[in-house]
T-cell receptor, first 112, second 114 residues
Framework: QKEVEQNSGPLSVPEGAIASLNCTYS??????FFWYRQYSGKSPELIMS????GDKEDGRFTAQLNKASQYVSLLIRDSQPSDSATYLC????????????FGKGTTLSVSS | DAGITQSPRHKVTETGTPVTLRCHQT?????MYWYRQDPGHGLRLIHY???????DKGEVSDGYSVSRSKTEDFLLTLESATSSQTSVYFC?????????????FGDGTRLSIL
């Protein structure tokens, strides 16, 4: 099993719809989970952090974490063309002082 | 925005030449990282540093070396560049608890080796 798995996409949604991005991870000891957005030709940008089971909302973004299922998701409500980007899931490792694990990312395309 | 500056932003060089990329931070963060990003592979960790003169290898460290003589600077060196090292290189930083804190990225260096 890969450490972090994401569907590569592209995930295509119409403007105004809800985009749902999913991520599974293998390290049961991960305590932190991050979502990054990366526009083409740009660097990854942190958009959400979540540490506890359940939902965390920030504007149009909601992160959902289920540690028992080793699953984290990102919902984008009222999707806009400006949300078109690659979204990277990054769980923390269960080992002090090490780097995050990055998934390969899901490409989202929002059509107007 | 996190104070991270990568230089140069673009570089074209020839096979066999040495190349050094620089990452400079103004956040006084303990951890610094070098990644490369290639289509189909995502972000891959090359080396990271957990303090001055303290470094460790990542998953794709062959052909690369690093140095950190000051908290704010982390250098990545390709001793003898090869075409397979053509890539986009990102530097990232994080705080004292790297396993639970997010990383913040520089703008990247696009390196082409002909």
């Amino acid at each position: 099993q890969k450490e972090v798995e994401q569907n590569s996409g592209p995930l295509s949604v119409p403007e105004g719809a809800i985009a749902s991005l999913n991520c599974t991870y293998s390290d049961r000891g991960s305590q932190s989970f991050f979502w990054y957005r990366q526009y083409s030709g740009k660097s990854p940008e942190l958009i959400m952090s979540i540490y506890s089971n359940g939902d965390k909302e920030d504007g149009r973004f909601t992160a959902q974490l289920n540690k028992a299922s080793q699953y984290v998701s990102l919902l984008i409500r009222d999707s806009q063309p400006s949300d078109s980007a690659t979204y990277l899931c990054a769980p923390g490792r269960n080992q002090a002082g090490t780097a995050l694990i990055f998934g390969k990312g899901t490409t989202l395309s929002v059509s107007s | 925005d996190a104070g991270i500056t990568q230089s140069p932003r673009h570089k074209v060089t020839e096979t066999g030449t040495p190349v050094t990329l620089r990452c400079h931070q103004t956040e006084n963060h303990r951890y610094m990282y070098w990644y490369r990003q290639d289509p189909g592979h995502g972000l891959r960790l090359i080396h990271y540093s957990y303090g001055v003169k303290d470094t460790d290898k990542g998953e794709v460290s062959d052909g690369y070396s690093v140095s950190r003589s000051k908290t704010e600077d982390f250098l990545l060196t390709l001793e003898s560049a090869t075409s397979s090292q053509t890539s986009v290189y990102f530097c990232a930083i994080s705080g004292d608890r790297a396993e639970v804190q997010p990383q913040h990225f520089g703008d990247g260096t696009r390196l082409s080796i002909l």
